[in-house]
């Protein structure tokens, strides 16, 4: 196989490209740049930063996190390879929300928020079945979100919160917000 | 089957050719709901979104305790379009406002083929899909993250 079919076997790992056909992932391969992350605790992006894209994590770990003080943080998911974080700004290039830190070297592809723009604005297709796709993920997390808020929250207080190097866990088989949370990104 | 100068009042129609309207009036359908009748109820399974071309809709969120009146739908406005997307379960009730309400009703499975055939229309419904959706997802993010740092302990 070349590389590109290579890296369009790679990129059919993603949800975010459900549906498209190989010549539609050869022009999503033209969006992407790749990234590394050398060493763990490095931070991907930071919540209130300005989105330059998507993340797709081909290897390594990455954990979303919610910063508590200098030098706490609540952990709230940890995603694998095939995921993809941080999608949400393609539909409105609005801030992160949550901080995205590496727990291991990582290899990633940053789909360029300003290119899949230029795709959006000359109504191609693929940009479109992209934003159906996110829109796909973000309605799965809204629904969760709906649910979790019109719960009683106080009865889920088992919560991390821990110095960056030990994040502890909650004990017990008590539902916690902490496992809510976790549900919002499918974090394993 | 709609007339199609029902649809071209909609404000997402106005940078549609005719034609173009004609053919999604040929798609959708026109459903009146009497005062207080219900178009669908919390916890059903969604099947299509809805214009109001005339009159006015009212949102319930139910629980047990009760319901709580989410706000009403106006003349032009669009409701249920999460069901475009994925076809779960409505998260509120929907029902007809006082004076009752004319909708336009479109179907997910009608939706799905003008999106196939890339109609300006699809596009269109998508980005405004896509604004409200991520508008609200933020929204519930921001209250849960502030929720759930309000729930901690304070550290040791």
């Not at chain 1, 997390?141 to 709906?146: A, D, E, M, P, S």
């Given at each position: 196989?070349?590389?590109?079919?290579?890296?369009?076997?790679?990129?059919?790992?993603?949800?975010?490209?459900?549906?498209?056909?190989?010549?539609?992932?050869?022009?999503?391969?033209?969006?992407?740049?790749?990234?590394?992350?050398?060493?763990?605790?490095?931070?991907?992006?930071?919540?209130?930063?300005?989105?330059?894209?998507?993340?797709?994590?081909?290897?390594?770990?990455?954990?979303?996190?919610?910063p508590?003080?200098?030098?706490?943080?609540?952990?709230?998911?940890?995603?694998?390879?095939g995921?993809?974080?941080?999608?949400?700004?393609?539909?409105?290039?609005?801030p992160?929300?949550?901080?995205?830190?590496?727990?291991?070297?990582?290899?990633?592809?940053?789909?360029?928020l300003?290119?899949?723009?230029?795709?959006?604005?000359?109504?191609?297709?693929?940009?479109?079945?992209?934003?159906?796709?996110?829109?796909?993920?973000?309605?799965?997390?809204?629904?969760?979100?709906?649910?979790?808020?019109?719960?009683d929250?106080?009865?889920?207080?088992?919560?991390?919160?821990?110095?960056?190097?030990?994040?502890?866990?909650p004990?017990?088989?008590?539902?916690?917000?902490?496992?809510?949370?976790?549900?919002?990104?499918?974090?394993? | 089957?709609?007339?199609?100068?029902?649809?071209?009042?909609?404000?997402?129609?106005?940078?549609?050719?005719?034609?173009?309207?004609?053919?999604?009036?040929?798609?959708?359908?026109?459903?009146n709901?009497?005062p207080?009748?219900?178009?669908?109820?919390?916890?059903?399974?969604?099947?299509?979104?809805?214009?109001?071309?005339?009159?006015?809709?009212?949102?319930?969120?139910?629980d047990?305790?009760?319901?709580?009146?989410?706000?009403?739908?106006?003349?032009?406005?669009?409701?249920?379009?999460?069901?475009?997307?994925d076809?779960?379960?409505?998260?509120?009730?929907?029902?007809?406002?006082?004076?009752?309400?004319?909708?336009?009703?479109?179907?997910k499975?009608d939706?799905?083929?003008?999106?196939?055939?890339?109609?300006?229309?699809?596009?269109?419904?998508?980005?405004?899909?896509?604004?409200r959706?991520?508008?609200?997802?933020?929204?519930?993010?921001?209250?849960?993250?502030?929720?759930?740092?309000?729930?901690?302990?304070?550290?040791?």
């Amino acid at each position: 196989m070349t590389e590109l079919e290579n890296e369009i076997v790679a990129l059919r790992r993603f949800a975010l490209f459900r549906g498209l056909s190989d010549p539609d992932l050869g022009v999503v391969k033209s969006l992407l740049t790749p990234f590394t992350i050398d060493s763990a605790g490095g931070i991907l992006f930071d919540r209130g930063a300005e989105s330059d894209g998507a993340w797709l994590l081909r290897q390594g770990l990455l954990r979303v996190e919610v910063p508590r003080g200098e030098e706490q943080v609540l952990e709230v998911a940890r995603l694998g390879p095939g995921t993809v974080v941080g999608e949400a700004c393609l539909l409105d290039g609005g801030p992160r929300g949550l901080r995205v830190r590496a727990l291991e070297p990582s290899r990633l592809w940053r789909l360029d928020l300003q290119k899949f723009r230029e795709l959006k604005r000359v109504k191609n297709p693929i940009a479109y079945k992209i934003i159906r796709n996110v829109a796909l993920t973000i309605c799965d997390r809204l629904r969760y979100n709906t649910t979790l808020l019109g719960s009683d929250l106080g009865e889920g207080r088992a919560v991390v919160i821990a110095p960056l190097a030990e994040v502890v866990r909650p004990q017990g088989d008590r539902p916690s917000l902490f496992s809510a949370l976790r549900g919002l990104f499918g974090g394993g | 089957m709609l007339q199609a100068k029902s649809l071209s009042d909609l404000r997402i129609m106005a940078t549609l050719s005719p034609s173009e309207v004609k053919i999604l009036a040929n798609v959708m359908r026109e459903v009146n709901v009497a005062p207080g009748a219900a178009l669908y109820r919390q916890g059903t399974r969604a099947s299509a979104c809805h214009f109001v071309l005339e009159g006015e809709l009212q949102v319930y969120l139910e629980d047990p305790a009760g319901r709580r009146a989410l706000g009403p739908v106006a003349k032009g406005e669009l409701v249920g379009e999460i069901a475009l997307l994925d076809g779960g379960l409505r998260s509120a009730t929907c029902e007809g406002g006082s004076e009752g309400a004319r909708l336009a009703e479109l179907s997910k499975a009608d939706f799905d083929q003008v999106f196939a055939a890339q109609s300006p229309f699809a596009f269109k419904l998508m980005d405004l899909i896509a604004d409200r959706l991520v508008r609200r997802f933020r929204g519930s993010m921001d209250m849960l993250v502030e929720r759930a740092l309000e729930d901690q302990e304070p550290s040791a």
